[in-house]
């Protein structure tokens, strides 16, 4: 035990929601809300040191917990009820380490109490490890800033020897045995990332498919938003059952952004879009099928296509002769829902998928070790969303700023739930406000995972 090792001392949680300001479809369903979970944990370090740190996330049931037998409010307590569990969980838990032992020490605690809470609900189906996940996450990010205040330092330089104890080899295994957690993560933020815009399947593109205005003063429109921040990266959501609207739904995005590129006094840049079917693709053979229209009927458009998001079922194994090898040809294909833990990394790998989305929502310990596993495997990496507002957002922002390679990062809570960035995007309004489609990050280097 290092003397820099700490010990949880307390945790209280509190729960707030947020209504958005237009709906918000993907995965086949419509998302009309956001309900965060926050988290305040004391710790004391082995020396007698103790200090506080905060952590916040959103509680995206609909996505970390979809259900065909359960309706969204069933699972969306059930998950509040987890983070009931875990905070007491917590409190019992007595282990002095660093974050990220206790990170991982944590996750195993939370399954068991989610693994007891289904038996105990009699529920018709096991709690989704990723529902854990995304409840745990704030409880992981509030230790690791934790950490960083009491020591006085951005938590990106407590990722070293003087902090850990233990290789990578400890936590992913003898194949990343003499390797360190440091070698992967950059101590200082990259000045500024581009931010995806996301295009929900229900947004309007132009002024003629706005059924009802919002009024509130923010870009309704495509071209507005554009307008507004500069855009070069756009999100686009997609049915994924529907490869005629897909296809459409590309090219009509693709068509709008040429119209505001070859506006006088646009500011252009390289344009990228990345595709995301939510899994609902019935095979891989949907995402080539599509990828290749693209590409016959928009050159250019299929061109800007930097990456596809995991088109077909969480489920690795259930399908397994989806494999993504052919598509990967054509564009990187990122793990998303799939991407639980290292075995799943691996998996992924062994089946075609070139490219890792890393996650605040799915903690931030196992977010930097994944980082590093990807890095030795060479993948496409990026930085995804789950409309991560205030805190959660300065986390993710963190996270995609100090592991090199990011390509972009997704920031749509501005866009869906901008009441809950209120107070933060007056103290960061780089972080909130994206300026010629980018965000900036220079300031990610405060002490904890606050920026300075």
Not at 79 to 97: D, Q, S, V, Y
Not at 202 to 215: A, C, F
Not at 388 to 412: D, T
């Amino acid at each position: 035990m290092k003397a820099t090792d700490i010990r949880i001392e307390a945790v209280r949680i509190a729960f707030e929601t947020f209504g958005y300001r237009s709906p918000f479809k993907f995965g086949g369903r419509v998302s009309m809300g956001v309900t965060l979970l926050k988290v305040e944990c004391e710790v004391a370090t082995a020396g007698g040191r103790s200090g506080k740190g905060f952590g916040c996330m959103t509680l995206g049931n609909t996505w970390a917990f979809p259900s065909a037998q359960l309706s969204s409010d069933s699972t969306l307590a059930i998950m509040k009820t987890l983070a009931e569990r875990f905070a007491a969980a917590c409190g019992r838990f007595r282990e002095f380490g660093h974050p990220i032992d206790l990170g991982v020490a944590l996750e195993a605690q939370f399954q068991a109490e989610a693994n007891e809470l289904a038996r105990e609900q009699s529920l018709a189906e096991p709690i989704p490890k990723m529902a854990l996940l995304v409840t745990g996450s704030p409880f992981d990010a509030a230790i690791h800033d934790a950490f960083g205040k009491v020591h006085g330092l951005n938590c990106y330089h407590t990722y070293g020897r003087d902090f850990l104890s233990r290789d990578l080899g400890d936590y992913l295994g003898a194949d990343y045995a003499g390797l360190w957690l440091e070698d992967f993560i950059s101590t200082q933020p990259a000045d500024r990332l581009p931010v995806y815009h996301m295009v929900g399947a229900l947004d309007p593109l132009t002024d003629g498919e706005i059924k009802q205005p919002i009024g509130d003063g923010l870009p309704e429109t495509l071209p507005q938003w554009i307008d507004f921040n500069g855009l070069t990266h756009f999100k686009i959501k997609l049915n994924g059952d529907d490869l005629a609207w897909d296809i459409e739904r590309v090219v009509a995005i693709d068509r709008v952004v040429n119209a505001c590129a070859g506006r006088p006094g646009a500011k252009n840049g390289p344009i990228r879009y990345s595709l995301d079917c939510n899994e609902r693709c019935t095979d891989v053979q949907y995402l080539i099928a599509m990828l290749s229209k693209l590409r016959e009927i928009t050159p250019v458009g299929f061109d800007r296509v930097q990456y596809v998001e995991q088109p077909t079922s969480r489920d690795l194994l259930a399908r397994p002769e989806n494999r993504m090898h052919e598509a990967a040809k054509l564009r990187p294909v990122v793990i998303d829902e799939s991407l639980t833990d290292l075995d799943s990394l691996l998996l992924a790998g062994e089946m075609g998928y070139t490219g890792a989305a890393l996650k605040a929502c799915k903690g931030h310990s196992q977010s930097l070790l994944l980082a590093a596993a990807a890095q030795t495997m060479k993948l496409f990496l990026c930085v995804q969303d789950l409309t991560c507002p205030g805190a959660a957002l300065i986390q993710s922002a963190g996270l995609a700023a100090h592991v090199p390679g990011i390509a972009g990062i997704e920031a749509n809570s501005r866009q869906y739930a901008p009441e809950a960035n209120r107070g933060w995007d007056d103290r960061y309004p780089e972080i909130f406000l994206p300026r010629d489609g980018t965000i900036g990050t220079w300031r990610l280097n405060g002490r904890g995972l606050s920026a300075g």
